[in-house]
């Protein structure tokens, strides 16, 4: 483990250990699933990013969300982001949220509706609207 990675393990530990909640992972290498977490229930993320391409600059970026489960087979999350190359900073904020529609059971599949709503501010301009989407997921474990 990386120090980077210790780093945000120990934010991530401090958060949930202080928190009244109880705090989650989400399964490895699972990029939206079904699965919407029980109210009062929550999840931290956080990634570090670095992109080196040749002869273009390189471009260093973070970003951090925290999810909760709000009842009603719903749960909600805010994500808060920066990205930084060639001496320009870009931020990022999205609202996210996903409503499941059919439980996973067993190894049955689970159904689910998310959507996201995020925003950017570049380097000297002001936020604005960057983009928006809705997603039908479907979920099944196949091991």
């Given at each position: 483990m990386t120090r980077s990675h210790r780093s945000a393990w120990?934010?991530?530990s401090l958060l949930?250990?202080?928190a009244s909640f109880r705090c989650e992972a989400a399964p490895p290498l699972a990029t939206e699933d079904a699965d919407v977490l029980?109210?009062?229930?929550?999840?931290w993320e956080?990634?570090?990013?670095?992109?080196?391409?040749?002869?273009?600059?390189?471009e260093?970026?973070?970003?951090?969300?925290?999810?909760?489960g709000v009842g009603l087979s719903t749960q909600l999350a805010l994500a808060y982001g920066q990205a930084r190359s060639a001496g320009?900073?870009?931020?990022?904020?999205t609202l996210l949220g996903k409503t499941g529609l059919i439980d996973r059971e067993d190894d049955g599949v689970g159904l689910g509706v998310a959507w996201t709503i995020g925003g950017v501010r570049n380097h000297g301009q002001s936020f604005?609207?960057?983009?928006?989407?809705?997603?039908?997921v479907?979920?099944?474990?196949?091991?």
């Amino acid at each position: 483990m990386t120090r980077s990675h210790r780093s945000a393990w120990l934010v991530g530990s401090l958060l949930c250990a202080t928190a009244s909640f109880r705090c989650e992972a989400a399964p490895p290498l699972a990029t939206e699933d079904a699965d919407v977490l029980d109210k009062a229930s929550c999840e931290w993320e956080g990634v570090y990013t670095r992109v080196k391409a040749r002869r273009s600059a390189t471009e260093n970026g973070w970003e951090t969300q925290l999810s909760c489960g709000v009842g009603l087979s719903t749960q909600l999350a805010l994500a808060y982001g920066q990205a930084r190359s060639a001496g320009l900073t870009s931020r990022n904020v999205t609202l996210l949220g996903k409503t499941g529609l059919i439980d996973r059971e067993d190894d049955g599949v689970g159904l689910g509706v998310a959507w996201t709503i995020g925003g950017v501010r570049n380097h000297g301009q002001s936020f604005k609207h960057d983009f928006s989407q809705i997603v039908l997921v479907a979920t099944q474990e196949v091991l």
